[in-house]
């Protein structure tokens, strides 16, 4: 099974095309150091919750989009080997500011534990 890495941030509606170009930046990276695939979601129906919802939880403002996003990898080990290359390639240093407040970022890595496809 792969391992997933992923993440939810809110990021300002009129970043979405800068938000757009740091994401295929990365694609090249993490491509090269061993990534199955990338998938970039923009907010198309995100709902409030009444306990909790992705505004909630990312501190989204108002004018804010919501963005979940993931990277396979073959396993854990693939994507350590790449978050420590990730952090030494000096081509980190091109990205500059980011199109959103990282603090605000929901992180994670999974493992798969049920893949359906049609």
């Given at each position: 099974?792969?391992y997933v890495?992923s993440?939810v941030i809110?990021?300002p509606?009129?970043g979405?095309?800068?938000?757009i ?5 990365f ?6 150091f061993?990534?199955?695939?990338q998938?970039e979601?923009?907010?198309a129906d ?6 909790t919802d ?5 501190k989204?403002?108002?004018?804010e989009k919501i963005v979940?996003?993931w ?23 091109e ?5 959103f407040?990282g603090?605000?970022?929901?992180y994670g890595g999974?493992e798969?534990?049920v893949?359906k496809r049609a």
């Open positions: 099974m792969t890495n993440f809110a990021v509606e009129d979405k095309q800068a938000y170009d740091t994401a295929e930046k694609w090249a990276l993490v491509k090269e061993g990534a199955l695939g998938v979601c923009w907010e995100v709902k409030d919750g009444h306990t992705f505004r909630m939880a990312t989204a403002k108002p004018g979940f996003r990277i396979t990898w073959p396993d854990k080990a693939a994507a350590d080997r790449s978050e420590k290359r990730m952090m030494e390639d000096p081509r980190m240093e990205f500059g500011e980011m199109p407040d603090k605000r970022m929901i999974f798969t534990i893949d």
